[in-house]
């Protein structure tokens, strides 16, 4: 992702994206309240949402995470799955091409994604 800065150019940033598999009808605030869960350590005993597993599969399949190899956008790898979820600290130097996949294999799972800069959610 970039940034714009004070002068109106564009600058690398670091960043951290997640997914989340909520129930339907989940809004921004429920998503917010379960990252909160979450970097609290608190994850509930739950089998894995299927829509995750789809997701960490298909994700983790164009950009393994175990091992990261040369090239990975994963600035922390393994990434962090749980059961309702997925967590991806992504170098700043990461390709456009990842954050489109990502985008669109959260969608195609119907996940909620969850940008940590700005607190926005994208169904």
Known sequence: MTARSGDGTLSAVSFDLSVWALPDGATPADVRAAVQRCREGRHGDQYPDPR????YRAITAAYPDRPAGPGTPWEVA????AGDHVEMNLFPTCEDQVLLDIERLAGEHGLMLFDAQDGSVYP
Not at 52 to 55: A, D, E, L, S, Y
Not at 78 to 81: D, E, I
């Open 78 to 81: 393994p990434l962090h799955a």
């Open 52 to 55: 995750v597993v789809g997701f």
